[in-house]
Nanobody, 123 residues
Framework: QVQLVESGGGLVQAGGSLRLSCAASGRTFSSYAMGWFRQAPGKEREFVAA????????YYVDSVKGRSTISRDNAKNTVYLQMNSLKPEDTAVYYC????????????????WGQGTQVTVSS
């Protein structure tokens, strides 16, 4: 069992930056691939970024590629999402998720989810 708690969301102006964090409980964090997803009002949850167990491989949705960086610190049981050059269309609730399998852009591949953190980007 893994419990995930996101933090770092907030209100930011377009062009600004935020760093989201996701702290995981348990001693097996390094055995999980991790992902970030987001859900905007009235829309389905969508993939944002994923990272493999070691942190050596990452994968991004095209809309955030070049503006965002996913990373992890296995010693701190934490995964991060650094988001730069934020746009109003980035406004959403951001969720982190843990997968016992390969890092993926498919939400069904993830076994555990956090409660989410709100990111609001004003124009």
């Amino acid at each position: 069992q893994v419990q995930l708690v996101e933090s770092g969301g907030g209100l930011v102006q377009a062009g600004g930056s935020l760093r989201l964090s996701c702290a995981a409980s348990g001693r097996t964090f390094s055995s999980y691939a991790m992902g970030w997803f987001r859900q905007a009002p009235g829309k389905e949850r969508e993939f944002v970024a994923a990272i493999n167990r070691s942190g050596g491989s990452t994968y991004y949705v095209d809309s955030v590629k070049g503006r965002s960086t996913i990373s992890r610190d296995n010693a701190k049981n934490t995964v991060y999402l650094q988001m730069n050059s934020l746009k109003p269309e980035d406004t959403a609730v951001y969720y982190c998720a843990a997968s016992r399998h390969y890092y993926s852009d498919k939400s069904a591949e993830y076994d555990y989810w956090g409660q989410g953190t709100q990111v609001t980007v004003s124009s």
